[in-house]
């Protein structure tokens, strides 16, 4: 038996009888997953699980149209780190420290245990903690997002629409540590914060001061915000810039039009910037899971060019969690919302390698 949050039923708010925590649910068993025999998969104990916006939108059902998963009984959360108690990968033994995020539709780090497969996973450098660790998951999306999506960016001028969210902070940081661009600007309320992971320039979109009022002259302008970023790019932006967003549709339920919607204005916007009437608009869309990014952005933390931000840190009680899910959707949060479902001495409690 372990402890573990479930979700009973869509909708909002969390705790009008959408979410329930369990002390009494059946511990996940690699025996079930079909993933354990063909590639090699770890039962984990879940010592940190992080918040990240997906969680707020799959318990209000907006994406029930595109994945397939069982309400009530479906958990909660994709992101988290912890120690591996049983095995099938030739990857990894029993009482590694392991970071990682549930891959496809699977949600449920909300809980004691959960399953991975080997290509979720990365081990945990031992100097780092598990709370910090959990925060890197998002790391690795927004370093390939930078990676595979920027044309160019070295000695370029970069500006971060978002600059404290999740994925700007980390950005920011890598723009200026790792991927060489000579000026970086974000929008974003918390100024210093901004200026202390690598900005030159903040602009306090809360107290009106708008980027493109100051200085429209980017290279690159990175999108970690949606709303009307994209609207605010292609007025003020100049041809040569691209745009790439991480946040294509708008927040609310997505459905397969959505998704159509969104690939023919892609399309529109490609066309309209081949024939010279704005910048270069792209979409960022990772959802396989590169146990590669993962190991190399744990790598950063080491070589001190990245720093996992960190929001705050919650004892696991529904109380809790449904503060956080309020948090995430209300953008309250400046990096990662971190959940302690074990503490790290109980994590390795028990583990017999
Ligand atoms: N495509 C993908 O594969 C992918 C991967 C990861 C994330 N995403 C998406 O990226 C978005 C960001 O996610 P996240 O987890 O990084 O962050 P988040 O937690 O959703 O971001 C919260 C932050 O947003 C900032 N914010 C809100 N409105 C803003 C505005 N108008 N201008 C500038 N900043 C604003 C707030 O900043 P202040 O504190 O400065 O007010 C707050 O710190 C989400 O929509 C997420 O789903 C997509």
Redesign the pocket.
Known sequence: MMRGIIRKKYGWPPEDGVLEFRTDLDRPKLENFQEAREQGMCLIKVVSTAM???DYRLVEGWLKSVITETIPGAGLGKEFSGVVVETSSDQFEIGDEVFGELEGDISGTFQEFCCATEQSLAPKPAQMSHNDAAALP?AA??FR?VRDYAHCIENKRVLI????????SVIIQLCRHHFGANYIAA????IDHCHTLGCDTVYN??AGTMWYNEDTDFDLIID????DSWDQARNYAPLKTQFIT??PAS?GPFYLTTALSMMTSLAARSAVHMLGGHCAYSV????DPDPAALVQVAQFVLDGKLKPIIDSIYDFTLDNVADMLKR?KA????GRQICTIHTEAQGLEGVVR
């Open positions: 990240s916006p997906v998002v999306i927004a997002a629409l978002g600059g404290s969210a999740a994925t700007g929008t974003s309320s918390n979109y809360k970690c915000v949606g709303m991480l946040v927040d960022i869309l990772l959802s995430q953008k309250l949060v400046k």
